[in-house]
């Protein structure tokens, strides 16, 4: 055989190898077929195992309230509308604590908790917040499942999340969605800031578990959109929990002295945006104060004066100020920093008493 037919076979050959290589490349890898095309990123096939992980620490609710006859958790008369009710609630401890929405049990005279693998107690009532709509029951059984805790201000937008509940008396029942918003404010209740979740939360969901994709409780479910007007869609999709960051605080609260204890200045305040603010010479919003009494009253404070300031904070919303007041103890002194019409800018300190369990007066 001569060089030159050598060479062509041997050229041949490698050609053949090489589309062969080629062709089971392309089977294995076939987006390299239009490059510049990044392949979509791997993912969970699904949530079983999140469920799995927190489900059985999610109990169902039964309440029982009778209109007159007695006066349910609240304290008061127990509504016309009461009568049977569905919600859920969570374990959130081996000792048997169980958190879930103070309207759940509110207007309860009789409370029944089932868990996931069938066991029925009779729960102790611990305590309640209605400035945050969460409450706390404690039941004694033993070997309890019990939920995972995970935070709340690692929260993003476009975050998986399963809502776990009670639904329409379902139990067990699983939703899936993303988190929507986070620290929305609804003025349901004084002390809020809602994850917005378009997981289905219906009837018989409020107290249950919000699970991220890892199993772990990011949030209490609390609500939805209110009823729609007539002629209108009614909405859907949106949806709103407690986050567990606020969860954890007032069920320590609840556990060690059977309330939350928080700070109380004793205003109540609007807020002044920067345009209008600009007009006194302040550079940024203010809150004015509409009302004064207890500790502010005693700290010289007065209708009318604008508070900037606390502990070298700047004052951007009304919730900003309530919440830095209410976590603070009582007995605790602030520094505020302000302007008066007439005086100009001053500073006073205060010293906080608790808040009262009811008070027109919220900061």
Known sequence: MSPTVKLLAFVGQSAVVGLAIAFIVLIWKPELLRPGLTPPPSGPSGYSAAVAASAPAVVNLYTTGIPGQRSGFGGQATSAAAGQGLGSGVVISPAGFIV????????????????????????????????????????????????????????????????????????????????????????????????QTDAAINV???????????????????????????????PAGISFAIPVNLVRGVMTELIDHGRVIRGWLGVRTRYVPSLNAAAYGLDGPGMELLDVGGPARAAGLVPGDIITHINDDRMMSRQQ???????????NTIKIRGFRRGVGLFQTEAVLTERPVSSQLGG
């Open 204 to 234: 018989g969901n409020s107290g249950g578990a919000l699970i991220n994709a890892q199993g772990e409780l990011v949030g209490i479910n609390t609500a939805v959109l209110g009823a729609p007007l007539r002629n209108r869609v009614t």
């Open 321 to 331: 100020m309530m919440n830095l007041i209410a976590a603070e103890r009582p007995g």
């Open 100 to 195: 879930t929405n103070w309207h759940v049990i509110r207007d309860a005279d009789a409370i029944a908790v089932q868990l996931a693998d069938g066991r029925v107690a009779t729960p102790e009532f611990v305590g309640a917040d209605p400035d945050t709509e969460l409450a706390l029951l404690k039941i004694d059984l033993p070997d309890l499942p019990v939920i995972s805790l995970g935070r709340s201000d690692t929260l993003e937008v476009g975050d998986i999340v399963l809502a776990i509940g009670n639904s329409y008396g379902l139990n067990q029942t699983v939703t899936q969605g993303i988190i929507s918003a986070t620290g929305r404010g609804l003025g349901v209740t004084t002390f809020e800031s809602f994850i």
